[in-house]
């Protein structure tokens, strides 16, 4: 078996495309997924398969269709990935300590489904010189960086997904470093 978390894409959000998290478990308990966990409103899920990542992505995204009657996007990480992401984040690294806080606050994570082309991650790097914010696409994830606020920002799921021609969803960068913790864990 594999600890694997899913991602959904824009469940919960603004009162729209509700799933409460005790019929997501329940639901994922049904396609045979063992040690269930969720994590906050947004559709983060942690659970144990002997399935592939596509395999699992496809049954979870049929699932909900069948269940709620809407598509939701479905990214999946491994443990080792999630560590690694958190490992790996190229602003904490780059940033002086100077205000962590801050700087945390700031930081964002895009999944994606999958590594975009090279001439896809081209197109998206035309943006930086329009914008405060930064971001950096290492394989299948953007490290984002935001001045501001990130719902301010120009760096949007739509956005990443219209020019990497690639499904998309974000998560704030402490709830990041939860979903880390709690896929080390032993539960």
């Not at 964002?108 to 991650?121: C, K, S």
């Not at 405060?132 to 920002?153: A, M, Q």
């Amino acid at each position: 078996m594999q600890k694997y978390i899913s991602i959904l894409r824009g469940i919960n959000v603004g009162g729209k495309r509700k799933i409460l998290m005790s019929d997501l478990k329940e639901l994922y308990q049904s396609l045979g997924f063992e040690n269930v966990q969720t994590y906050i409103q947004s559709g983060n899920v942690i659970f144990n398969s002997s399935l592939d990542k596509n395999e699992i992505s496809i049954q979870i995204e049929k699932a909900v269709f069948e269940k709620y009657g809407f598509e939701v996007p479905v990214i999946i990480r491994t443990k080792e990935e999630l560590q690694n992401i958190q490992s790996s984040n190229p602003f904490i690294e780059s940033k002086e300590n100077r205000n962590k806080e801050k700087i945390i606050n700031n930081l964002h994570l895009t999944f994606l489904e999958e590594v975009p082309t090279t001439q896809n991650i081209e197109k998206t790097k035309e943006i930086e010189a329009k914008t405060d914010d930064k971001f950096e696409i290492v394989e299948n994830n953007i490290f984002i960086f935001c001045e501001g606020k990130y719902h301010t920002s120009k760096l949007t799921n739509n956005f990443f997904e219209k020019k990497l021609k690639t499904k998309a969803t974000t998560r704030n960068w402490k709830t990041i470093e939860k979903l880390t913790e709690l896929m080390i864990s032993d539960k």
